[in-house]
C-alpha cells in the first residue's frame, strides 16, 4: 500500500534526508519517497511522513535514518557498467601505471554499492597482471547504505545481478555458485574491503589512493555538496592520481582541482599541475 505524501511533508523529510546523506530530494521526488519510504511507515506503524520524520529526529540510535537511507539511496549498479571507464583502465591507464615498475596500487571506489565496480576492476587486474603477479591490490569500496556494503562485502549475487554485464567466461572463471548464489572467487575477493561511508563527511582518514570512482552519486548532491566532494577527493589522491565519475558528469563549474583528460572517447582526470 503506498501512503500518499503532502507537499509539506517532502519539504520537510527532504530537508532531512539531504542533512543525513546529502542526497536531493525535489518536489518533483513525492512518488519515489512514496514508493519507497511507504513500507517502513507499515512497518513501524506509523500513519503519515510527519510521524517518521519526527521519530527519525528523535531516534538516538540512528536505526531509523540507517533505514532511510538505505531506502532511499539508488543502488543502480552493475558488473562493466558502462564499459568505456574500464576499457580505460585494461587498455591505457593500468598498462602505463605498472610500466613505470610499480609493485603496489591503491583503489578506492567512493560510492560501491553492493560491489560489482570493485569486483569489476579486480577482474581486470588479475587478467592484466596474471596468476604469478606479487603485486599488491588494495581496493577499497565504501557507501552510506549497510545494506549494500553488506553485499558487497559477502560478494554474492543472484543470477540477474550476475548475468547484467557478464559474460558466461568471466562467470565461470571468477565465481562460485552456492545455492543459487554466484560468490566472487576468493583470489578477487581478497583484493577488497568496504566499509560504510557518509561522503558528506570528512574521510582524510582514508589515506592516498592511485586510482578514485566516483560515479553517479555526486548527481544527487546539492551545487555545493558536490563542490565540497571533489575538492576533498582531490586531497586523497597521489600526486600522479586518477579520477573517474560518471559518463554523464563533468566537474567544468565545480572543483577547480582537476584537468580534464580524454582518450579513445574516455574521459579521466588528473590533478591540476
Known amino acids: 500500500m503506498i501512503i500518499k505524501i503532502t507537499p509539506d511533508e517532502l519539504s520537510v523529510l527532504a530537508r532531512h534526508i539531504h542533512e543525513i546523506c546529502g542526497i536531493v530530494l525535489d518536489h518533483n521526488k513525492a512518488y519515489l519517497a512514496e514508493s519507497r519510504l511507504s513500507p517502513l511507515l507499515e512497518e513501524l506503524k506509523l500513519s503519515n511522513y510527519s510521524e ?11 536505526k531509523i535514518n540507517a533505514r532511510i537511507i538505505n531506502l532511499i539511496s539508488t543502488n543502480e549498479t552493475s558488473f562493466f557498467r558502462d564499459r568505456t571507464p574500464f576499457e580505460l583502465l585494461k587498455n591505457k591507464l593500468f598498462p602505463e601505471f605498472f610500466s613505470g615498475g610499480a609493485r ?13 565496480e570493485v569486483y569489476t576492476t579486480g577482474i581486470i587486474l588479475k587478467e592484466l597482471l596474471g596468476e604469478k603477479s606479487q603485486t599488491a591490490v588494495k581496493i577499497v569500496g565504501t557507501d552510506i547504505s549497510d545494506h549494500a556494503i553488506a553485499q558487497a562485502s559477502y560478494g554474492k549475487y543472484n543470477r540477474i545481478e550476475i548475468e547484467r554485464g557478464l559474460p558466461a567466461e568471466k562467470i565461470s572463471a571468477y565465481f562460485t555458485e552456492e545455492a543459487g548464489l554466484y560468490k566472487i572467487r ?60 560518471g559518463s554523464t558528469e563533468s566537474l567544468f563549474g565545480v572543483s577547480e582541482k582537476f584537468e580534464r583528460q580524454e582518450h579513445s572517447g574516455a574521459v579521466y582526470y588528473t590533478l591540476k599541475k
Open 104 to 116: 603496489n596500487i591503491s583503489i578506492w571506489s567512493a560510492a560501491c554499492s553492493t560491489g560489482q
Open 52 to 62: 517518521l520524520y519526527f521519530r527519525a529526529r528523535t531516534d538516538h540510535e540512528g
Open 186 to 245: 576468493d583470489e578477487i575477493r581478497y583484493m577488497a574491503s568496504f566499509k560504510k561511508i557518509n561522503l558528506l563527511e570528512q574521510f582524510i582518514s582514508m589515506g592516498k589512493f592511485d586510482l578514485i570512482f566516483c560515479r553517479n552519486v555526486a548527481i544527487y548532491f546539492s551545487p555545493e555538496n558536490r563542490k565540497s566532494l571533489f575538492d576533498r577527493l582531490a586531497y586523497q589522491l597521489n600526486h600522479s592520481g586518477i579520477l573517474i565519475i
